[in-house]
């Protein structure tokens, strides 16, 4: 008898790795082939037009030193560029602030579709709306709202008082981040809404009940229960949308073009792979948004270990 | 005192509705806008006139980005649930070594910036001679809709119950059968989940769909309407603007709204319970 099961075992061990095939497969061809692709290219010079002429030039798109002839030394490459590094900036600036908005917001909006009210399955639905919406579609119908000639924004402060004259909202540097902002709240906090309401219905109603005979005030309800109950939902939302909102491109492309206000650190990547041709340059920037990424994966686990440990019940 | 927390309750909820809902109503009524009436804002519709849905049709080929489209992400979707099915069923059904570490990895791979395989994929797709074809754009779409694809099933099918697997086991039945035959109808729900996320996901994608295509022929929606330019480059065509988000975001926002509860615990499977 062990002698049939551990065969049958084997066999679908064996099954299994065929089964697996396919999607490793796909995904070593679609992810991991490329990925190392774009590595190998940042070091070194290859150009849109002969992609298999590039020769090996170490970490020159990165940060190359030379001194002239003059004795002057000069500094190249994306490292020293002011142009990556307000892209950086740009991108940390738009991810933080849209999370940490988008967070609160979500929370709120989840903490009133949690109560039960007539009419909860409409506002349910209405809040899908903007989720639903291609994000390039979602731009061009804010860059229509922010119009600075025929916009309802502009128009609508006007009458209001609240500014004397038409803002150009995508265009200026001062408001162009702002306006991205806006958008991107207004289309992803369904989203994390949707997390947080799923998190909070997991919290069962009777400490709620026991919390009301007991007459804790539903602001102490909030932040001794509630969230406490609600955080691990909550950080995973956070961390995904953290790294969504590090790579983001869609919106800041069709929204702001050509807005050094806003231009993220995917936006001059593939500027300068594609639109200049500078393409190693642009596969140098790519290969550090990467690291970068991966860098905030596993701050982000340590972190959340050490949080663990600490937090032993 | 009750009166004025439920009035104060109601009106949140009024604004958020308000808020979720405006902007898209407002694109509706300006696609209706022709002429002058476009450079006036009205907050309720004034006109009716479907010139902007007509005059659409003959920028570029917008008809055939639509089918371009619905063409890609169909077969995105299949795929991306043929290979997550398959390896769902090792990853769930099956201990073998290695099994979580593969899981994160997959789970890894969701996290890539599309911009850092963008050089890759570009050489890859010269090479294999599908660039400016739907193909490259199928090929490349599976980046981000195998790892959630995997990752849903998978918890999916941890779920099902062991005792009908082990009942076909002992009938002796294939893996291959247990899939098909056992396992497919009890995951309609998940599948079906899945493959709208993978749709809406494939649809609205512009990156890829950007870099890879070069012709108005070949192009999907969401390059089409970002492209969309008026007869001089000073003039934008709002009117076809609106007129084109409107008819491209209709079928989604029906599509999410019939299959929202699907919909949410799709998302909150991968997010809550992961």
Redesign the interface.
């Known amino acids: 008898m062990p002698a049939r099961r551990s065969e049958?075992r084997a066999q679908?061990?064996r099954?299994?790795?065929l089964?697996?095939l396919?999607?490793?497969a796909?995904?070593i061809?679609?992810?991991a082939?490329?990925?190392?692709?774009?590595i190998y290219?940042s070091f070194t010079d290859t150009t849109l037009s002969d992609?298999s002429g590039g020769r090996w030039v170490g970490f020159d798109n990165y940060l190359s030193v030379r001194t002239l002839s003059s004795g002057r030394v000069v500094y190249r490459g994306t490292l020293v560029d002011p142009a990556w590094w307000n892209a950086v900036w740009n991108t940390f600036r738009f991810a933080i602030v849209s999370v940490a908005i988008e967070t609160v917001l979500g929370l709120m909006?989840a903490l009133?579709l949690n109560?039960e009210?007539r009419?909860r399955a409409?506002?349910?639905?209405?809040?899908?709306?903007?989720?639903?919406?291609?994000?390039?579609?979602?731009?061009?119908?804010?860059a229509?709202?922010f119009?600075d000639?025929?916009?309802?924004v502009n128009?609508i402060l006007l009458k209001l008082g609240l500014i004397s004259q038409k803002i150009a909202w995508t265009a200026s540097p001062d408001t162009a981040m702002l306006a991205v902002l806006v958008v991107d709240v207004?289309k992803t906090t369904?989203?994390m809404a949707?997390?947080c309401l799923?998190?909070l219905q997991?919290i069962p109603r009777d400490i709620y009940e026991a919390s009301r005979i007991d007459g804790v005030h539903p602001v102490q309800v909030f932040f001794r229960i509630t969230l406490p109950l609600v955080k691990p939902?909550l950080m995973?939302?956070v961390i995904?949308r953290l790294?969504d909102a590090?790579?983001i491109?869609?919106l800041i492309?069709?929204l702001t073009p050509n807005s050094s206000a806003t231009k993220t650190?995917?936006v001059v990547?593939?500027e300068n792979?594609?639109d200049f041709d500078k393409?190693a340059y642009?596969?140098a920037q790519?290969?550090l948004?990467?690291l970068i990424?991966a860098l905030s994966?596993i701050l982000y686990i340590w972190l959340g270990r050490v949080d663990l440990g600490g937090q032993k019940q | 005192m009750n009166a004025i927390k439920t009035t104060a309750?109601?009106l949140?909820?009024a604004i958020?509705?308000v808020?979720?809902?405006f902007?898209?109503y407002?694109?509706i009524i300006?696609s209706f806008k022709s002429g002058t009436a476009?450079?006036?804002?009205d907050?309720w519709p004034t006109s009716f006139s479907l010139r902007n849905y007509a005059d659409m049709f003959r920028q570029g080929d917008f008809g055939g980005n639509i089918l371009n489209s619905v063409f890609v992400a169909t077969l995105t979707v299949a795929?991306a649930l043929?290979?997550?099915m398959?390896?769902a069923?090792?990853?769930a059904?099956?201990p073998?070594r290695g099994r979580t570490p593969?899981l994160l990895t997959?789970l890894?791979?969701s996290?890539?910036?599309?911009?850092?395989?963008?050089?890759?994929?570009?050489?890859?797709i010269?090479f294999v001679g599908i660039f400016n074809t739907p193909w490259a754009l199928i090929?490349?779409y599976?980046?981000f809709t195998?790892?959630f694809t995997?990752w849903v099933l998978t918890t999916f099918m941890r779920d099902l119950p062991v005792e009908i697997e082990e009942a076909a086991?002992v009938d002796g039945a294939?893996?291959w059968v247990v899939i098909t035959r056992v396992f497919l109808p009890l995951m309609w729900p998940a599948l079906v989940t899945t493959g709208l996320l993978a749709f809406?996901g494939a649809?609205?994608e512009?990156?890829f769909a950007?870099?890879f295509t070069s012709s108005d022929t070949t192009r999907t929606?969401?390059?089409a309407?970002?492209l969309l330019s008026g007869a001089t480059q000073y003039e934008t065509p709002?009117g076809i603007?609106?007129a084109a988000?409107v008819i491209?975001?209709l079928p989604?926002?029906g599509?999410?709204?019939i299959f929202?509860r699907k919909?949410?615990a799709g998302?909150?499977a991968g997010?809550?319970k992961?």
């Open positions: 049958l679908r061990v099954a299994a790795r089964f697996l396919p999607m490793m796909a995904l061809l679609v992810a082939w490329p990925l190392l692709r774009t290219f992609l909006v009133v109560a009210f009419g409409l506002a349910r639905a209405a809040i899908l709306i903007p989720w639903a919406i291609p994000t390039i579609v979602s731009a061009k119908m804010w229509w709202l119009n000639q025929f916009g309802m128009d207004w369904p989203f949707l997390l799923a998190g997991m939902a995973v939302a995904f790294l590090l790579r491109f869609d492309y069709v650190m995917s990547s593939r792979l594609i393409f642009g596969s790519s290969t948004l990467f990424i994966v | 309750f109601y949140i909820v958020i509705v808020v979720s809902v902007p898209f407002y694109a300006t476009l450079f006036e804002v907050y795929l043929l290979l997550g398959t390896a069923y090792a990853l059904r099956v073998f593969l997959i890894a791979v996290m890539f910036p599309q911009i850092a395989v963008l050089a890759g994929l570009f050489e890859l010269r090929l490349s599976t980046i195998l790892p995997v086991i294939s893996p809406i649809w609205n512009f990156l950007l870099t929606v969401p390059v309407i970002a709002w603007i609106t988000s491209v975001t989604l926002v599509l999410v709204l929202q919909i949410v998302l909150t997010g809550v992961g």
